[in-house]
């Protein structure tokens, strides 16, 4: 265990997440992580959430929202409003190393070794994105096609000097290696006022950021610690059930859809995940709730 001061953190902003956040943070302490999980608060959650969080043992770390002027036609603008915010990770400056996480992940075996990974000249760690688009979406890039994407990369995870294409220099920001720091902190802030034009037009808000601010200074981390779900199938090659570390259900989730049909791609993970549910919607008291307050704070905002 590091002698240091580390966490993991994540952002909450709405009270409807707190059936990914509750199964997640249970996920954590089930492979007995040592660190404890900040969630970073915006004035947006109301002291209720806040004591349902308390109540299952999370830090609670109050943080001011961050919002940044983009084009009303980016997913930017829509899907993804709140997620600046999840930038004030770099700003808890009480901790020496945090892994940023989103809370729609799983995690399946313990990787507290991120707390001790050496970062060396690099700036953070993050998994690749995957660039495949394997449901077509238009407002994706157009270079976002499976021959542009780091995944295919062999060896893998690739050293930074393999990283040859633009698309290879992406990352997906949903786990994120950090040590907070003021001057990284201030650099990320000074690139959204000094690029104006090219911050507006993300497509990805945070992680294009983060891909931008530290292009070149960013280590790729293993595909298992930030288990994208279309890998399975997009990357099958390199997809192994039993070297996952943490599923992190991209796009649809399974919360909001319910059970996918039989034949669904998404239909063995989602099952995954609601397992991980139903397990513990049976017993709440793991992380710290009654029966009747699983059902009215946790259950009541699932599909």
């Not at 980016?74 to 901790?95: G, H, S």
Request: hydrophobic share 40%; proline share 7%.
């Amino acid at each position: 265990m590091s002698a240091r001061q580390c966490c993991w953190a994540t952002l909450l902003t709405d009270a409807q997440y707190l059936p990914c956040l509750a199964v997640f943070f249970h996920s954590l302490r089930r492979h007995r992580t040592r660190y404890p999980l900040v969630v970073m608060v915006t004035e947006s959650v109301g002291p209720e959430t806040r004591s349902i969080l308390a109540q299952m043992g999370c830090v609670l770390r109050d943080v001011a929202a961050w919002g940044v002027a983009v084009d009303e036609d980016t997913m930017a603008q829509t899907r993804f409003v709140n997620v600046w915010t999840k930038l004030r990770a770099f700003e808890l400056y009480e901790y020496d190393r945090v892994v940023l996480v989103d809370a729609d992940m799983l995690v399946t075996r313990n990787m507290d070794e991120l707390m001790d990974l050496s970062l060396g000249p690099y700036a953070i760690g993050a998994g690749l994105a995957c660039t495949c688009n394997p449901n077509k979406i238009a407002a994706y890039p157009a270079t976002w096609v499976p021959e542009n994407c780091g995944y295919s990369l062999r060896p893998h995870p690739p050293a930074p000097a393999h990283l040859t294409r633009d698309t290879h220099h992406r990352l997906n920001s949903g786990l994120v290696v950090l040590d907070p720091d003021r001057a990284r902190a201030e650099q990320i802030h000074a690139y959204v006022r000094d690029e104006p034009e090219r911050v507006r037009r993300y497509c990805f808000p945070d992680q294009d950021l983060l891909a931008d601010v530290f292009y070149g200074v960013f280590w790729p981390l293993p595909w298992y610690y930030n288990a994208l779900k279309t890998l399975r199938r997009c990357h099958a090659d390199l997809w192994d059930d039993g070297e996952v570390r943490n599923i992190h259900f991209i796009l649809d989730k399974p919360w909001n859809t319910g059970a996918r049909p039989v034949g669904h791609p998404d239909r063995h993970l989602h099952d995954v995940w609601w397992d991980a549910y139903r397990a513990l919607a049976s017993e709440p008291q793991q992380v710290g709730l009654s029966q009747d307050e699983w059902v009215r704070w946790i259950d009541v905002h699932t599909t």
